[in-house]
């Protein structure tokens, strides 16, 4: 009789065991994760959360490629192995203004870098913006100096000093320079004059051009309604949703701050 009874209350631990792990979403405890990703990147004006980390943000906490670093009260990120310092952040629109780093103090820097692309997977140009190229390369006093956008600028250590900044035109004019260099800049920057003032392409190069990032928000919307904390688990490169008991793995937690 009594074996008979603990045969079957066994089984019924079993039968609800197995009912527990197939219908119970996996609800994972995790090292500290909900405090770590409470916590904001802060770094001189910028303030950032999901999905970038960085700082005193983990990693974990954000996109992978969407590290921030803070140096001297400035914020700087790499996008396709170019660095660029991040002038302004707005998590609303989902946008930031962001300046080559190379080309903050103007169009003739040490050495002579890559044209802008943005990684398609994350980011989109803003709506405002046009391409500024610059001509580096072009032999010495093949421009004159009244020419609209003319610099000296000596790269490669060869005579070739001469170099010359355009709007859209990727197209070498003169067809003697030997490198380009593409650079969005905001288009309001450049709209009623061309570049006989040559300290208007310094300083749209200073004012940078504004990119979207395009990680979906939304599931981070409905895990922070839930009062949880937004990161970014690489193993299934998807949002997830930390909770209160530093549980995860649904899309939101339950009012007593656990995963469901
Ligand atoms: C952050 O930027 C500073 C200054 O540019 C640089 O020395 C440092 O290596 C960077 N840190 C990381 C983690 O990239
Ligand atoms: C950024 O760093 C430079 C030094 O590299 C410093 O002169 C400048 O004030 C810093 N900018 C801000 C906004 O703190
Ligand atoms: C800027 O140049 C890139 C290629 O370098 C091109 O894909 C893009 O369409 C250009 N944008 C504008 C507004 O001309
Ligand atoms: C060139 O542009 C700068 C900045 O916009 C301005 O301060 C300066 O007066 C201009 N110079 C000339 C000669 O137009
Ligand atoms: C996540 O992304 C990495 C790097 O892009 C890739 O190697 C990996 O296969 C991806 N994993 C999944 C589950 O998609």
Known sequence: ?????????????????????????P?????????????????????????????DRPEGCGHPKLLLNCSESNTTMEIMNIKYRILSLNSGTQTLRIAREDYLNGPCPSKVLSSTTLDDELFDYGPDYRNLTLHYGCPANSLSATNPGYFPCTIDGTNNRDAYAALDASTDILGLCST????????????????????????????????????????????????????????????????????SGSRTCSPSGTCQ
């Open 180 to 247: 380009t260099v593409v650079v969005p800049i905001l288009a309001i920057v450049t709209s009623s004059q061309d570049f006989t003032n040559f300290s208007k392409v310094e300083e749209a190069l200073r004012r940078g051009f504004d990119v979207k990032w395009k990680v979906d928000n939304e599931e981070c919307k409905d895990c922070m309604g839930s009062n949880g904390a937004c990161g970014y688990d690489s193993s299934s490169n998807q949002t997830t949703c930390y909770c209160k008991d530093q549980s």
């Open 27 to 55: 609800c994972l405890g995790s090292v500290e994760d909900y405090t770590a990703c409470n916590i904001q990147f802060k770094c001189g004006t910028i303030t950032a959360g999901f999905p970038f980390w960085g700082d």
């Open 1 to 25: 009789m009594v074996s008979q009874l603990h045969y079957h209350s066994s089984f019924l631990v079993s039968l609800a065991c197995l009912v527990i792990l197939f219908e119970i979403p």
